[in-house]
């Protein structure tokens, strides 16, 4: 049998270094459900690890601020490109025992530690003690906001007694129109209210106001059966309904502050610009695109409502963006939207360029002033192709590499094609141009037609052709309550809801585009030809349902 010696030194090394990569492999994540938190509620606290660690963790030191209600310990196994990884967690029901703002300490798990975690507890939303075992409450995270800004709605249902179902109603707004966007999936959890245990049931929504003034939330409304107390109902189906309704909400809703300067209205809580690039900005080579990706993100906006970037032309290089992509993260505290664009650039010869600065200015709402979002200028530097040696080439040579040809009328079979697609764009102008002038289906009035929908169509047609923003938001809505009478519309989030998320997508770029630099960035073609067609849909199926109800049967 043959020992190896090691030197005393090389040992420590090995040591080191065998430490080292448990301490990789151990790393100690902390992830909390929620934060806020309210006092007397229960939430979830999960300690996640990728190896067993040497020794259990010691969670006595969290009872000074907090309950400790449960302490589950999990394991799993996971295969991610062939390579087994395991993962290890302890999940901790905890409940705060006061309000204020509290860390959670390091916890060690053997030789590794977690890092503290900030957890931040507010009072209780009950404005008293429930004396119903059953309570539906409504909570807005802010009473006053700017327009177009993000207000978090918290729709609670308290139940001190066992269910066997429920259901939410919708959000209905008053006064004023806004875009709602759900948070995710309805959430579980326990809180205690005068020595009294609550099952809660929530979701949250985040609400953006489209116009300043006074918004009204009206009361929620929820739907609970109770357990069949009857020997005869085995599967509890049978049980007593009750309707549950919230109180009222209102919201001051500010127009844009006039220190505000930038060309397009971004209140949020945070704003970043970001710029990836393909290839070495070093050795870029002349005819060869290069890939720039800019990435927009803003916290408390959704992805529709961030503008475009604009490229600044440079002198040499030919810029081709591609279809930009939008992305909404939602979380309790809200949606993140995302826009990415992607841009081609092909410089025509060799030389350096400077890439000019995009700077995109935003409102801050936790400081109340504007900022700027920058990406600062970057020069580039373009040598030319292998095996070609060129001062400045022709301009020609250049653009063949972008596949533009010398001028069509050196081929004739280009100087044909160009003559017959310019013949069937007049011809196509003067169809649309017919079609604009002469009633159409759609336009020509219905002998049963709502009085008022004649004249809100006529002011509908004319806002869109005359691409007028905003007389197309007042009419639209005009338009809409003629169209579903008697059914009750009452803002235009309502009328989306009701006739299609087309409708929907055309009323949230026409909410964009007056906040942008001028109304005239807005088209109205695309609004009146959907208008069209939802009148010819609505016009034949005359049988249809006249009133929406809210759907408030629980699925048994």
Known sequence: MVKTFLPPSLKVLVLLIFAGLQQVAA??????????????????????????????????????????LSNRRSSGISIINGEYQRSVKWGLKLMAKQVGEFTVPAIRFGNESSKPFQVTVKPSSMASVPHDRLVLELLADKSEVFVQGQVILTLRLLSATDISAYQFGDISLQNLDAVIEPLGAERQYQTRIADRSYLVLEQQFALFPQQSGRLTVAPARAEVRLPSKSSFDPFRTGGEIRQLRSQSLFVDVAPVPAEFKGPYWLPADKVELREEWQGDLTALVAGEPVTRSLSLLAEGLTAAQLPELELIPIAGIKQYPDQAELENRRSGKGVTGERVQKVALIPGTAGRYLVPAINLPWWNLQSGKMEIATIPEREIIVSAAAGVSIVEPPVAEAQTTLQESAPAAANPFWLWLSLALASGWMLSALYWWYRLRAPTGATKSSPGEHPDLRQARKQLQQACNDSDAISARRVLLSWGQALLAPRRISNLHQLGDTLGADLRHEIEMLNQSLYAPSAESWRGQALWSLCQQLEKDEQSQPDRDNARLLPLNPAP
């Open 27 to 68: 790393e100690v994540q902390v992830s909390i459900d929620r934060n806020p938190v309210q006092v007397n509620e229960s939430f979830q606290l999960v300690f996640s690890l990728d190896a067993d660690p040497d020794r259990d963790p010691d969670f006595s030191a969290l009872q000074q601020d907090f309950l400790i």
